[in-house]
C-alpha cells in the first residue's frame, strides 16, 4: 500500500512544476524571438578614450608616439622643512615598567613614549618637547626632553 501525499508536500511538488514550465516556456520565448547570442554579438571593443562600443575601432587613426625617455616617475623634493617640536605635559610615567603618556598642549592629544627615548629625566606633571614617530600601534613621542631648564640653575641650590 502507498501513502498518500500530504497537502503541503502536493503543494510543494505543484510549484516545483509550475517553474520548471515557466523556465521551459521562457526558453522557447528566447529562441523565437530571433535574437542570436552568438559570440561574435558579445564582444565589446574599448576605444582610446576607454569608450566601450559594439563596433570595432578603425584602423587607419594615427596614434601619437611618446618617448619613454620624457615619462619622469618621482616625487617633487620638498623645500627644506623646519622640524616641529612639539609641547606637552607627561600625562603619565610608570618608572618601574619604562613607558608613559604625554598629553599634547594644543590638540590635546596623548602620545606614548618608552624610557629609551628620553633625553633627560622627566617626572609626571613636566612639561616636555618631543617629536613623533610611527609605531606600530600609532604615533609613539620621541626625543623627549624638558622644555626649558634653566641654565643658571646651580645644583648646590638643591642641598639646602
Known sequence: MARSMTVDK??????????RAEKQKKKEEKKLSGKASSFEDM????????????????????????NQEEIMISV????KEEPVILKGKVDFFNTSKGFGFIKELVRGERY?????????????????????????????????????????KNPEDDIT
Open 10 to 19: 502536493r503543494e510543494n511538488e505543484k510549484k516545483r512544476l509550475a517553474k
Open 112 to 152: 606614548f613614549f618608552h624610557v629609551n627615548n628620553l633625553l633627560s629625566k622627566v617626572e609626571e606633571g613636566d612639561i616636555v618637547t618631543f617629536d613623533l614617530e610611527r609605531g606600530l600601534k600609532g604615533m609613539n613621542a620621541i626625543n623627549i626632553s624638558l622644555e626649558n631648564e634653566p641654565e643658571n
Open 43 to 66: 564582444i565589446a571593443y574599448v576605444d582610446e578614450n576607454g569608450v566601450i562600443s559594439s563596433t570595432p575601432p578603425a584602423e587607419d587613426l594615427k596614434k601619437e608616439e611618446i
Open 76 to 79: 617633487p623634493k620638498k623645500e
